[in-house]
């Protein structure tokens, strides 16, 4: 490739993650994605570095006495800083355990605003922390990046201005530098003239087939899923009647999602001398969920010497709960009879 580094310079909702993705496709290409503007935080402390420097009375050996209210200003070293910071940069996009070494890395990022005067100064900055930079400009039509949801709260006209003051300021940085390339989402989703430009831009192939197999996949902004809210579980009530000789219900987690599944499930054993057809039922929210009973259970069989203890198991449907509500476990005789075993609630 013709670059070390590659830096995607874009806004929120321009398809940096597309991007992302096609530049990902290349041999020996690494781009990491957002990062919170991790390197301005850099920036600002080698701006404060180069002001330390630039005051009049830190220049020779005053500010090497240990009576200057500088003292120490003259060792501050601009490339050193370079130097480690760079390589703090490198190890957090390629860590020790990720096991490869790219000819080529670098990270996509959209938290460049507001476009004032010190955006040029901060792209120096970067492109003097990356070793060999490319720097790829994206842009996308604004009135579909402002139909994002990333932009709900954000007044139109204004996010407007923004988003045109950011692409001109970029615009101008890049004039008559060899390593800033501009390329918009339209050209990436048509796959115009232009795509295949920034591969020769890279120095890197362009391949039909990487490139259709990274377009036929969406790549888009996950939302962070919501927490469920944690619901207590507990039995409140459980019994045998004189009709079992056996009845537990097996231990429920003791914590839920609201609506989440549950599955009662425990051991009911009859009596020896029982008369007539039982089964069991489970009520919630005025609904009737079918129980599976007959289900094998060795140890209880070894328990007692008449054959129907050894399926003595039941397993009920999945049943949903919210916050207050309870279910409860019926024993119906044939005449339909019922017997609370068990209650269940969740609080």
Known sequence: MNFQSVLIITYGRSGSTLLQGLLNSIEGCVVRGE???LCHGLFLAYRALQETKAQPSNKGEYSLSVTHPWFGAA???EQRFLQDARELVYHQLMPENAGTFPQCIGFKEIRYFP?????????NFLSKLFPNPAFIFLTRDHDQVLQSAWWKNEETVKAKKELEQFEAAVSAYGKEK??????????MTNRTRRLKELFDFL????????VDQVLAVKHSYVPTPVKKQALEMSLIEEKMPASLVEFFVDRLSESISENEPIIL???????SDGEGEYRLLVVNKDKECSVVWGLPSPIVGEKYLFPHAGFSRFKSEAISM????AAE????????QRECLAKLSVN
Not at 115 to 123: D, E, P
Not at 265 to 271: D, E, I, T
């Open 35 to 37: 990062n919170y503007n």
């Open 75 to 77: 060792w501050l070293d």
């Open 115 to 123: 476009a004032n005067n010190n955006l040029h100064a901060y792209l």
């Open 178 to 187: 060899n390593f800033v390339f501009r390329i918009d989402y339209q050209d």
């Open 203 to 210: 120095g890197a192939p362009y391949i039909e087939e990487k």
């Open 265 to 271: 499930s425990g051991v009911a054993v009859l009596r």
């Open 322 to 325: 919210c916050k207050g509500e």
């Open 329 to 336: 476990l019926f024993l119906l005789d044939e005449n339909g």
